[in-house]
Structures are given as structure tokens and as C-alpha cells.
């Protein structure tokens, strides 16, 4: 059978646990569309996911295998992306310390991305798990396809669709709810949220 479509249910399931996980994609999402709407949100998606089909692309292509077998390669990516989400960081709290005496600034200020689109892009490239998540993820699922190149396809295909459909619905949820919470509090209690967890993330990177 070239396909093993008996693998499908499982993955799917695998894929949505996954996919529903908060990580750094989310909450870049999630800030970007609160405070500049849904196109700025959508470009950030586009980023991401053009990095996420290059990373897919190398795994099945067999590139990933090769990169990840060299220590020093995945050390300095895992270093570029705990650096970068730092980055991101330092950027929102430098937008909270300017706008600190701000009121009825709304979702307008603190920090927001001037270049949504590369920030995805590079918030994700620089990030191995990803790399090492299609990796160890995807091959579980090739079953006893008698293409496996295809069936990674096939499987990579199907996981990015669901992710992208996670996260427009992020995108769509948070920019139709942003007129509603155009409240300096609430804006600096984002932007707080949002720092912390991108230190988080980054910490945990350089940990893992």
C-alpha cells in the first residue's frame, strides 16, 4: 500500500494534544493580533508556518537528521532562539517602561512588532524543537506505507493544516475580542504575561 491511512486516527489525535500546547508561536500570535489586528496577526502566522515548512521540509528531505547529528549546530540554534525570545522580551518590557505613564493608550502601545512576518519566522526557525519534533514525531506515524518519503508528506501536510487552523482561530478569536479590552491594565497585564512566558520558553530551551 503506498499510503498507511491506518496510522491517521492516532496521529491526529497525537497532533491536536500538540498543537493545543501553549508555546512561543501562541502567545506571539495572541499579543500580535490583540494590539495591531488581524492582518498583523495573519502575517505573524504566515511567518511562522513558512519556517515550520522549511524545518518539516529538512526532516523529510533528510537534512534535519544531519543537522541535529551535530552538537554543535543544534547548540547554537537552541542558543540564536533562547537569544531572540530574550530579545522579545526586552522589546515589550522597553514599550512598558515607555508608555508607563500612558493612559487610554488601549492596545496601541508597549512594545508592538513593527514586522510581524519576521518575527514569526524567525521566532520559529530559531527554535530546534520544532526541527527535533518532526524528527522523533513524524516517523512514528509511516506505518508500513510503502512510500515513506510520501506518507511524511502526507503526515507533515496534515499537521501543519491543524496548526494553522489553531491559530487563525487564535488570531480571529483575539482580534474580535480586542475592542472589548482596549484597557491600559489590561494591555500591561498582556504585555507582562507575554515577557514572562517568552523568558520561560527560553530558559526552557536552553535547559532542554
Same mark, same amino acid.
Given at each position: 500500500?503506498?499510503l498507511d491511512?491506518?496510522?491517521?486516527p492516532?496521529?491526529l ?8 500546547t ?5 502567545f506571539?500570535?495572541l ?6 489586528g488581524?492582518g498583523?496577526g495573519?502575517?505573524a502566522?504566515?511567518g511562522?508556518?513558512?519556517a515550520?515548512?522549511l524545518q ?6 533528510g $537534512?534535519?537528521?544531519v543537522i541535529t #547529528? ?6 547554537? *540554534?537552541?542558543?540564536a =532562539?533562547?537569544?531572540? &525570545? +530574550?530579545?522579545?522580551?526586552a522589546m515589550i518590557v522597553?514599550g512598558l517602561?515607555?508608555t ?5 493608550d488601549?492596545?496601541?502601545?508597549g512594545?508592538a512588532?513593527t514586522?510581524p512576518?519576521?518575527q514569526?519566522?524567525l521566532?520559529?526557525?530559531?527554535n530546534p524543537?520544532?526541527?527535533?519534533f518532526?524528527l522523533a514525531? $513524524?516517523?512514528?506515524?509511516?506505518g #508500513?506505507a510503502?512510500n515513506?518519503?510520501?506518507? *511524511?508528506?502526507?503526515l =507533515?501536510a496534515?499537521f &501543519? +493544516?491543524?496548526?494553522a487552523?489553531?491559530e487563525v482561530t487564535?488570531v480571529?478569536?483575539?482580534?474580535r475580542?480586542?475592542d ?8 500591561r497585564s498582556l ?9 520561560t520558553i527560553?530558559?526552557g530551551?536552553?535547559a532542554?
Open positions: 500500500m503506498l491511512p491506518t496510522t491517521l492516532a496521529f489525535l497525537a497532533s491536536a494534544v500538540v498543537v493545543l501553549p508555546g512561543v508561536d501562541a506571539l500570535i499579543r500580535t493580533s490583540l494590539r495591531q488581524i498583523a495573519l502575517r502566522l504566515a511562522i508556518h513558512a515550520s515548512i518539516v521540509a529538512l526532516v523529510i528531505c $537534512l534535519g537528521a #547529528s551535530h552538537p554543535a549546530v543544534l547548540a547554537a *540554534l537552541k542558543w =532562539g533562547a537569544a531572540y &525570545l +530574550v530579545y522579545l522580551a522597553r517602561w515607555l508607563r505613564a500612558e493612559t487610554g488601549g492596545l496601541s502601545g512594545g512588532t514586522r512576518f519576521w514569526g519566522l521566532s520559529n526557525i530559531t524543537k520544532m526541527l527535533l518532526s514525531f $513524524l516517523p512514528q506515524f509511516v #508500513s510503502a515513506p518519503t510520501l506518507q *511524511l508528506v502526507l =507533515g496534515v &501543519l +493544516v491543524l496548526a487552523i489553531w487564535i480571529l478569536g483575539a482580534a475580542i480586542a472589548r479590552l482596549r484597557r491600559p491594565r489590561f494591555a504585555d507582562v504575561i507575554s515577557a514572562a512566558a517568552f523568558l527560553s530558559a530551551l536552553v532542554a
